[in-house]
T-cell receptor, first 112, second 112 residues
Framework: DAGVTQSPTHLIKTRGQHVTLRCSPI?????VSWYQQVLGQGPQFIFQ???????GRGNFPDRFSARQFPNYSSELNVNALLLGDSALYLC???????????FGDGTRLSIL | QKEVEQNSGPLSVPEGAIASLNCTYS??????FFWYRQYSGKSPELIMF????GDKEDGRFTAQLNKASQYVSLLIRDSQPSDSATYLC????????????FGTGTRLKVLA
């Protein structure tokens, strides 16, 4: 079975632009979470969605938004990009919100 | 601010030894506890999860949980050079959002 898939794998943007990152969960998983990981730190929680509804939001500005589609795939949108948004963005899926999460390979976002 | 604390390491152990990785958490109501392994440049990989006080064993890995002391650990028996990685401890918030709070990780080096 396919694991969590994320696209794109790498992305280079400039300050002020916006970006959309995509995630397809493991088949049968209904919960998707997004994390930001900067070098030397653990992943920081951004959002969790379950059955297309937002179930949790981390301490990130309103420039960050997300949604989950009927097929349980998800998008993370970031507007007005800042240099500090450069990071590895990880998507994780689980069967339900309280079950172990499995991570995709991530999208490495670089802001110039 | 709910926190998960880990010693950043590096923790160096000889091949064949037991590696002991520790984690403390601040949210007394946390219910679920996870250990992830992350190789350099890769995404986190689920190693173990534990929900109840006591020990849980899976192959060479043992997770130990003590909720009274707010302490969770991971033991790796017969450590191999391929175990060299950063080990991330994650804890769910008690609020019901199933938000994972990660520590900064402990870097393990297994010396051949």
């Amino acid at each position: 079975d396919a694991g969590v898939t994320q696209s794109p794998t790498h992305l280079i943007k400039t300050r002020g632009q916006h970006v959309t990152l995509r995630c397809s969960p493991i088949s049968g998983h209904k919960s998707v979470s997004w994390y930001q990981q900067v070098l030397g730190q653990g992943p920081q929680f951004i959002f969790q969605y379950y059955e297309k509804e937002e179930r949790g939001r981390g301490n990130f500005p309103d420039r960050f938004s997300a949604r989950q589609f009927p097929n349980y795939s998800s998008e993370l949108n970031v507007n007005a990009l800042l240099l500090g948004d450069s990071a590895l963005y990880l998507c994780a899926s689980s069967i339900q919100g309280n079950q172990p999460q499995h991570f995709g390979d991530g999208t490495r976002l670089s802001i110039l | 601010q709910k926190e998960v604390e880990q010693n950043s390491g590096p923790l160096s152990v000889p091949e064949g030894a037991i590696a002991s990785l520790n984690c403390t958490y601040s949210d007394r109501g946390s219910q679920s506890f996870f250990w992830y392994r992350q190789y350099s440049g890769k995404s986190p990989e689920l190693i173990m999860f534990i929900y109840s006080n006591g020990d849980k064993e899976d192959g060479r890995f043992t997770a130990q949980l003590n909720k009274a002391s707010q302490y969770v650990s991971l033991l790796i028996r017969d450590s191999q050079p391929s175990d060299s990685a950063t080990y991330l401890c994650a804890v769910t918030e008690a609020s019901g959002t199933y938000k994972y709070i990660f520590g900064t990780g402990t870097r393990l080096k297994v010396l051949a």
